[in-house]
């Protein structure tokens, strides 16, 4: 073909590609923002108490795939919802965790976000600057369901002095410990390591080798779902001041990242990586399969252990700490869509107030085994009584929830980095950290 | 050649087979054993291969665990039509290519097969936002009607092939005072049925195995196709993973069925294009 053909078609297609990608997305619907807190104030004083006569129908998203208990839970509590309110109608959707997000905003770019959805339990400034999120003011003055929670997590819902999001869901991580294990090297298994000094000793006595590896690792913070902050957290660190200052890189933090790297260096960067990728390739839990005899994971792994291994001989301990006796917790609000219209917003506060009450919550946890925040919804379930559920209802106490910092929302990611390159001995813990701490500094610095 | 050399020749290249055939089936019957496992055989360490209890009714649980039925009859539905849109578009436009003369042919020949070098990312969001604007989204419409408009390699697949056929048949027809359309159908198409049985066959098997047109396309769990439904089995916190096996098997058997019913196609595909589709 004459190359004079080709160089046209060529540049045809690069035209054709050019016109489609001149995408105009229309001016996100975000731009009237004045309206919306000014509709569930004059819907608010009806809100109680009174049925609305005119049919209503509202979408919910949560994040539970078809297959899980929280799904089937969710639904039935719905269900029961709209028996006693026979004049909303919900559409109930639950997209799993992973693919949860960029749904949502997928459908929040495109208006059609849905009333009343799940979210991250530690974010919620990012939601309510855009207006993204309903004001829950009104109908919280209406209806005072946050009353009794913990100051502290109310205090995540806010921003700039208005609630935005009512907490549904925490979790716990507490330190699983074999008892089995103990036994075996000679430890006793009553006692679980309440400081770092005993939980590296009990670490060293408890790892078996193999060959030139492992066979078993008595305890490594980077298996389960410890993360570096909980550690930090447990010495007396912080990540920002009051002020919201980055302090990444404060001597209790250094600390921590060299008992971090310490405890690492019991196994070695090249025999754990070998561990991991025969162990934890699956995403399954190197506990239950008892090749690790102590790990930090949530409250979630009790039910997998009793599904899967329900036998083991296990205990649940605080996780040991140095200072400060806390542990991670992430979790999930309720939200509302700022953009529904009043009436929906009316009925999707409904099913919020009704998913939160306290016979929701004891059927919600009773059958998922997740905890709720509502300290009276809690104090109803069998929970608290339970052998191995217990102990996290105990600790939910000293949960702590990560910072969000608006100028620095990825600060999580910087340090996890950092340990990274620490463990690997890239760089030393406090070098690592040094520049972790400069990095977010220059994003709150740059932040426009 | 002796008899005995053939002998030997015929038993080590079947041993070679044999070898390298079961290298390329291992993961397929390791899915198959770890689909009939109960959940905490999962976590043996290092693992086994063979189950020490065969627990069958991991099929039937993941089956009636997410909307079996349903999510497999949308499947269908979707790859019906876009088999049907692929063959039907392929064949007119690539007659129009091989055996009609017109102004610019070549030159959108080009065109067509430049247009294969934009890889699926590229046009992907601008596609997005396209059907976005005209309120097809959550609906199946944006993967059906695309195969209605063509694919440039099956375009290019029916034009070669149909290139092949002697001109003399066309010519008889038109002898006989046929147009060009009743050229097409009554003489033309039915000598490509070869090419068009391959492309029928990988239209099928794309569209059933289709997990990212249908999931950012459709937001509805009702709509949903087996492919994307199988993501169901994933977790907050881990993937029940014999379950996922067990429905992933049974959401294969259509294509291997296909597959061991029409191999000689395949080939002839392969031999066709040189593309292994």
């Known amino acids: 073909m004459k190359r004079s053909v080709w160089v046209s078609a060529l540049i045809t297609v690069l035209l054709l590609s050019a016109c489609s990608g001149k995408s105009n997305e229309n001016s996100p619907p975000n731009s009237n923002s004045g309206s919306e807190s000014s509709a569930p104030a004059a819907s608010a004083s009806n809100a109680s108490g009174q049925t609305q006569d005119e049919p209503v129908e509202i979408t919910f998203w949560h994040i539970f795939s078809d297959t899980e208990q929280g799904s089937k839970t969710l639904q039935s509590l719905v269900d029961q919802f709209q028996q006693e309110n026979p004049n909303i109608k919900v559409k109930t959707t639950g997209y799993g965790f992973f693919d949860y997000q960029p749904k949502l905003q997928t459908a929040t770019a495109a208006g059609e976000a849905p009333d009343l959805a799940f979210n991250d339990i530690d974010n919620v400034p990012l939601r309510a600057k855009t207006d993204t999120i309903a004001k829950l003011d009104d109908f919280l003055a209406a209806d005072p369901i946050l009353d009794g929670y913990s100051p502290s997590i109310v205090e995540r819902m806010k921003y700039n002095g208005s609630t935005y999001a009512i907490p549904f869901m925490i979790d716990v991580r507490m330190l699983y410990y074999n008892k089995q294990h103990f036994r075996e090297a000679g430890l006793d298994p009553e006692k679980p390591p309440a400081n770092w000094d005993e939980l590296y000793d009990y670490a060293q006595k408890l790892t078996v080798k193999k060959g030139g590896g492992f066979d078993r690792i008595g305890f490594a913070p980077s298996l389960g779902n410890f993360y570096f902050w909980t550690m930090a957290w447990t010495n007396g660190g912080s990540f920002f001041d009051d002020a919201q200052n980055p302090t990444i890189n404060s001597k209790e933090n250094v600390e921590a990242l060299n008992y971090w790297v310490k405890l690492q260096d019991l196994y070695g960067v090249k025999a754990f990586q070998t561990f991991n990728s025969q162990v934890t390739a699956l995403n399954l839990s190197p506990f239950i399969a008892e090749k690790a005899s102590m790990v930090v994971d949530g409250n979630w792994l009790t039910d997998d252990i009793a599904k899967n291994k329900p036998d083991l001989d296990y205990g649940v301990a605080p996780i040991p700490y140095q200072t400060n006796r806390t542990t991670w917790s992430g979790g999930f609000n309720l939200e509302i869509n700022a953009k529904s219209d009043p009436a929906k917003q009316e009925a999707a506060w409904k099913l919020l107030k009704f998913l939160v009450n306290n016979e929701s919550t004891k059927k919600y946890v009773e059958e998922t085994h997740f905890i709720s925040p509502n300290p009276n919804g809690m104090a109803l379930t069998n929970l608290a009584s339970d052998p191995h559920f217990g102990p996290f209802v105990e600790e939910s106490k000293n949960i702590r929830l990560r910072d969000y910092v608006e100028k620095a929302p990825t600060w999580a990611n910087d340090v996890a980095t950092a340990v990274e390159k620490a463990v690997l001995h890239d760089k030393t813990p406090q070098e690592a950290l040094d520049e972790a701490q400069k990095i977010v500094s220059d994003q709150i610095a740059n932040f426009k | ?277």
């Open chain 2, 1 to 277: 050649m002796t008899y005995g050399s053939t002998w030997y020749r015929s038993l080590f290249t079947h041993l070679m087979l044999i070898v390298i055939g079961s290298f390329f089936i291992m993961p397929l019957v390791v899915v198959f054993f770890t689909a009939l496992k109960p959940g905490p055989e999962l976590y043996i360490l290092p693992p086994k291969l063979l189950p020490n209890v065969y627990q069958w009714s991991n099929f039937k649980e993941a089956v009636m665990t997410i909307p079996f039925v349903k999510y497999t009859l949308n499947s269908l539905f979707i790859a019906l039509f876009v088999v049907v849109g692929s063959v039907v578009s392929a064949s007119l436009v690539g007659y129009a290519f091989a055996r009609l003369q017109w102004k610019g042919r070549n030159f959108f020949f080009a065109v067509l097969i430049a247009t294969m070098i934009l890889p699926g990312q590229v046009t992907m969001i601008p596609l997005f936002v396209v059907f976005k604007q005209i309120g097809w989204l959550n609906t199946y419409y944006p993967l059906i009607v695309p195969a209605f408009t063509g694919s440039a390699f099956n375009i290019f697949l029916l034009r070669q092939f149909s290139r092949t056929i002697p001109q003399e048949l066309s010519d008889s027809g038109k002898i006989d005072g046929a147009n060009e359309f009743r050229i097409y159908w009554d003489i033309i198409l039915p000598l490509t049925k070869p090419a068009l049985a391959v492309i029928a066959i990988f239209a099928f098997m794309n569209t059933w195995n289709d997990f990212y047109g249908p999931l950012i396309y459709l937001n509805d769990k009702n709509l949903s196709t087996l492919a994307l439904g199988l993501r169901e089995f994933q977790q907050l916190h881990g993937v029940t993973w014999n379950l996922l096996l067990a429905a992933s098997l049974i959401a294969i058997i259509p294509s291997l069925v296909l597959f061991f019913a029409f191999q000689r196609y395949f080939v002839e595909g392969i031999t066709l294009t040189g593309i292994k589709g």
